[in-house]
């Protein structure tokens, strides 16, 4: 039997055809199931990994068959795999189902591979920091008897378990990732947006002295300052015209789906208020929204990307335009700062672009995870 096994559960036979055979080469055990209480009797009997669900399906939900998964085999990796995006499923998937990750059809065949890759290491780091933490335990109650050699090997143990630990902060920001990802693809003009402001942003932290704490926490915000459009109609998402009032106002109501979208997951409370206020005007004018704040009272993250997203937005190519050079973007935040934009945060972007030039703004940058984490 193979090492690892996954089980994907899908009621449209052509669908688990299609995973069948795209992994016939991959070293690892694929089962199917084609509805909940299928996939459940398989679970019982089979020792599984990860588990890759649909959401619409007769008899049980996909989020139904995550929570029963969840509460009946809490160490599998869950993931969810549809062509549904509404708001309410990626709630309750992350909720109520605790998933890794969340796939919308149609998939990239190289991604998904990926993806399950990540999953199956996720699965064995997890195990292992069991193993060492019960390892550690076990040490700790001999301690008493040991000597002062022994004492360095606990030290490694000890270091051992940070080390795994910081794989999984990893993981979850690549969760986070992929979860923003989800959303700017509702727009070929937006497809790695949001990555791109969370990487200006965490920049812009750097520039500003703060603490590594808080700039993985602005670059978090900034990956997920835009996730309440899942909840905003597709058509004024993409529309290439200029918005109607009616239309606009739909747009504003996304900073306070994103943060009802962030409440319940705990290990993200706070990036709530950070997403939240991104569109507040530093000088609390009516422009800003939701709650007209000004000043200290928006969040500096919230401050921070404002500026970010805002770079971002000036120098993308648009339906309706180009991408606007630097000279013109810098005109735009000394003539808004103080105003829409913190000055603070102005001058710190000033001075990346000063120093990066047009290499500040180049498109496939990525934040660096690793090399974020070993400073």
Not at 67 to 87: K, W
Not at 125 to 150: C, F, G, P, S, Y
Not at 325 to 339: A, F, M, N, P, Q
């Amino acid at each position: 039997m193979a090492e690892h096994t996954v089980l994907f559960v899908d009621d449209e036979v052509n669908i688990l055809k299609a995973v069948q055979r795209l992994l016939r080469n991959e070293p690892w055990q694929v089962l199917t199931a084609s509805r909940g209480s299928e996939a459940l009797e398989i679970l019982e009997n089979t020792p599984t990994q990860v588990v890759v669900t649909d959401q619409r399906m007769p008899e049980m939900s996909g989020v139904d068959l995550l929570a029963a998964i969840r509460t009946r085999h809490p160490d599998l990796v869950r993931m969810m795999l549809t062509g549904y995006t509404e708001m309410g499923v990626a709630v309750d998937a992350i909720n109520r189902g605790e998933i890794y990750r969340l796939i919308t059809k149609p998939w990239n065949d190289e991604e998904l591979k990926a993806i399950l890759r990540q999953a199956f290491d996720h699965f064995d780091l997890k195990n292992e920091i069991k193993r060492l933490n019960q390892v550690t335990r076990e040490q700790n109650l001999k301690l008493q008897d040991m000597n002062r050699n022994l004492e360095g090997k606990v030290r490694e143990r000890t270091k051992q378990v940070s080390e795994k630990h910081q794989e999984l902060r990893i993981a979850y920001i690549q969760t986070i990732r992929a979860l923003s990802e989800a959303v700017d693809a509702k727009d070929a003009y937006t497809r790695g947006h949001s990555e791109r402001v969370g990487v200006y942003a965490s920049k812009m932290g750097r520039e500003l002295g703060l603490p590594r704490e808080l700039i993985e926490r602005v670059y978090i915000s900034g990956l997920l300052h835009d996730v309440g459009k899942i909840g905003v109609r597709d058509a004024v998402i993409t529309k290439p015209d200029r918005l109607t009032p009616e239309e606009y106002e739909e747009i504003k109501q996304h900073p306070e789906i994103g943060a009802r979208i962030l409440t319940p997951v705990n290990f993200l409370a706070d990036v709530v208020e950070c997403v939240r206020h991104h569109h507040e005007w530093y000088d609390g004018c009516e422009r800003g929204y939701p709650m007209r704040l000004r000043g200290d009272q928006i969040p500096l993250p919230s401050r921070i990307i404002l500026v970010a997203d805002t770079v971002e937005a000036m120098t993308s190519d648009r339906p309706y335009r180009k991408g606007l050079d630097l000279d013109v973007v810098i005109r735009e935040l000394h003539k808004y700062s103080g105003s829409q934009f913190d000055p603070t945060c102005v001058d710190a972007m000033l001075q990346l672009l000063e120093h990066e030039g047009e290499g500040f703004v180049r498109k496939e940058q990525k934040f660096d995870i690793h090399a974020f984490l070993e400073v």
